[in-house]
């Protein structure tokens, strides 16, 4: 996956959202932790969508949001584009306040900037899919011939050319989830935010999707806002995680990060069962070079050289057949450590432990 650029793209600064009672006392209350989301709801009718949720998404990076059921996640990415109103908080898009937008500036901000992918693929069964694609820019005020044409392009990229005539009720689940991602695409926004995409599909389709999308991701660099309940589908499609419990936002990192280091109990059980051998890199793992020939002695000039950028996957495959230390490069090729067969196992057999 293409890595993203640095520097703030979307930022969230503090933003909490309470449904019902949202007074001064109640705010104050959840500010201090005097109160849990049951308290607040059993105490003041105050329900926790959103609890001070701060995070930065770079330009060209996919974020993704995961956590249970009534974590806060979709709620949180409603935000983005405004269709829910922070009780508190601030977010900037491209320097842009989104929240100091008037009504025709956020309009015209949400059709140029801002595409959202469904969970329930929300195509219009009286429109075709070419007319479903060219929604957005109908709306915009862009001829017919011109929007058929992006749509036709749009269709190609998610491989549906062929299909523009047809309506929602003669495509497959997976093939309407594509029309929708053409939809969003279709005005060229720079900003992604997809609400749970694939959740509703069968698993085989949804990973030949989440693979479609990390394709189109390498190929668009949108900024992306990925929400999901599924930390496999998290640690596979996203560059960064956040996730989140009772409307707090718990970590932030990249998978590697989240798996090798989780901040509490609660992360760590989440994790437990996703294999390092795809997510875990040998930097990670590696030892320092003049501390392993100390102990060990010289490596050799001829030892096999392999990126600090591996993963554990591939160490696995070059180790099983040798037990010759493997050296980790950096990007220049200087020698960074050493991996060798049995770190790599131990690594493994702790994870697999806990």
Same mark, same amino acid.
């Not at 998610?158 to 029309?179: C, D, I, N, P």
């Given at each position: 996956m293409s890595e993203p650029v640095s520097g703030s793209f979307i930022e969230i600064q503090k933003v909490s959202k309470i449904f019902g009672n949202a007074s001064p006392e109640v705010l104050e209350a959840i500010a201090d932790n005097r109160v849990s989301k049951q308290e607040a709801l059993e105490k003041y009718n105050a329900v926790i969508g959103v609890l001070d949720v701060s995070f930065n998404v770079n330009p060209g990076e996919i974020f993704c949001v995961m956590g249970l059921s009534g974590s806060g996640k979709s709620t949180l990415v409603r935000h983005i584009n405004r269709l829910l109103e922070p009780t508190l908080g601030k977010i900037l898009i491209d320097g842009q306040d989104v929240m100091a937008l008037e009504k025709e500036a956020l309009q015209a901000f949400r059709n140029k900037k801002i595409g959202m992918v469904f969970q329930n693929f929300a195509l219009m069964p009286h429109r075709s899919v070419i007319d479903n694609i060219a929604l957005p820019l109908e709306i915009r005020g862009v001829n017919k011939n011109q929007r058929y044409r992006r749509a036709e392009e749009i269709?190609?990229?998610?491989?549906?050319?062929?299909?523009? &005539?047809?309506?929602?009720?003669?495509? &497959?689940?997976?093939?309407?989830?594509?029309?929708?991602?053409?939809?969003?695409?279709?005005?060229?926004?720079?900003?992604?935010?997809?609400?749970?995409?694939? &959740?509703?599909?069968?698993?085989?389709?949804?990973?030949?999707?989440?693979?479609?999308?990390?394709?189109?991701?390498?190929?668009?660099?949108?900024?992306?806002?990925?929400?999901?309940?599924?930390?496999?589908e998290a640690v596979k499609v996203g560059h960064r995680i956040a996730i989140m419990r009772d409307g707090k936002v718990i970590q932030v990192g990249t998978p590697e990060e989240i798996i090798m280091n989780p901040a509490n109990d609660y992360v760590a059980d989440f994790v437990k069962g996703i294999s390092r051998l795809e997510v875990v890199k040998a930097r990670s793992i590696m030892a320092p070079l003049q501390e392993f020939e100390r102990t060990h002695g010289s490596v050799g000039e001829h030892a096999l050289r392999m990126s600090g950028e591996v993963t554990l996957s591939v160490l696995v495959e070059k180790l099983v057949t040798s037990e010759q230390p493997i050296l980790i490069e950096d990007h220049d090729h200087s020698v960074l450590g050493v991996v060798t067969q049995n770190a790599l196992l131990q690594s493994i057999v702790e994870h697999r432990d806990e």
């Open positions: 269709l190609n990229i998610v491989e549906l050319t062929g299909w523009g &005539s047809k309506y929602a009720h003669e495509l &497959s689940g997976g093939m309407q989830q594509r029309v929708g991602l053409a939809r969003a695409l279709a005005a060229d926004p720079e900003i992604l935010l997809m609400d749970e995409p694939f &959740s509703a599909l069968d698993p085989l389709i949804r990973r030949q999707l989440q693979a479609e999308f990390i394709k189109l991701s390498r190929q668009l660099k949108k900024t992306t806002v990925f929400i999901t309940h599924d930390l496999d």
